[in-house]
Nanobody
Framework: QVQLVESGGGLVQAGGSLRLSCAAS????????MGWYRQAPGKQRELVAT???????TYADSVKGRFTVSRDNAKNTVYLQMNSLKPEDTAVYYC???????????WGQGTQVTVSS
């Protein structure tokens, strides 16, 4: 099993920054992709940013140029640096990890990010 512990959410004014962290523990062998998804009230969960074990990244169009995903493979930790935050970035942010030959999904408990206008 894999456990994911997120930290770094909170309340920030528009234009501000936050950094999310997610540390994986347990059966961390064979981690492929790590990343972040978010879910706003009344909306479906959506991809924010992911990073593969080799370092290639994927971003949602809405966050390109503002958010940066990175990972420390030695610590099994993924980060999301969020700059120039907008009220529409308000959501619960979930850490995601894909592991093994079938990319099994693991999820964190979620951390609230609220951006005030």
């Amino acid at each position: 099993q894999v456990q994911l512990v997120e930290s770094g959410g909170g309340l920030v004014q528009a234009g501000g920054s936050l950094r999310l962290s997610c540390a994986a523990s347990g059966s961390t062998f064979g981690i492929n992709t790590m990343g972040w998804y978010r879910q706003a009230p009344g909306k479906q969960r959506e991809l924010v940013a992911t990073i593969r074990s080799g370092g290639s990244t994927t971003y949602a169009d809405s966050v390109k140029g503002r958010f940066t995903v990175s990972r420390d493979n030695a610590k099994n930790t993924v980060y999301l640096q969020m700059n120039s935050l907008k009220p529409e970035d308000t959501a619960v942010y979930y850490c995601n990890l894909k592991r093994g030959p079938y990319d099994r999904d693991y999820w964190g408990q979620g951390t609230q990010v609220t951006v005030s206008s």
